[in-house]
């Protein structure tokens, strides 16, 4: 794994309506990847949408943070899918205690370059994402999963 220099760290501070709260970092590695890791308290048990959504902005909560970072206007989907907005991280799952452990590795969200994700925000949501398999006329948009629970805007970290 690459050290100090020239390696991109990212990390966001989640921050939701109830007791929503956590961290998350980013770390781009040597094959070109984005390795995504942390852990969200307060969550209801069971699975959350996980999504990079296109703004940094959260003067109205997570509401303003956009719609998914989709930078190659695709339909919404899984993680594996071809087609799929880049934001599209799938679920994160909280155990019966409310604390969801992330550790998710993606080759959609850089650090850096036209489709950097810094700047953006990552959002925690109320229901499971249907990954655009659910019929419900959001799953090719949202995956339908609901209300945004929590939200961080993704900063550049030291590197060192
Ligand atoms: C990239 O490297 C990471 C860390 O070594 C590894 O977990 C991941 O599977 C690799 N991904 C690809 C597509 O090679
Ligand atoms: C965000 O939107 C949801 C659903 O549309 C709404 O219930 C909630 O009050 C909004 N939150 C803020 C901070 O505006
Ligand atoms: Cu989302
Ligand atoms: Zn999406």
Redesign the pocket.
Known sequence: METGKGTVKAVALIVGDNNVKGSIHFLHQSNGTTHVSGRITGLSPGLHGFHIHALGDTT????STGPHFNPLNKHHGAPADHHRHAGDLGNILAGPDGVAEISITDSQIPLSGVHSILGRAVVVHADPDDLGRGGHELSKTTGNAG??VGCGIIGLQSSV
């Open positions: 109205n909560g997570c509401n209300a945004r």
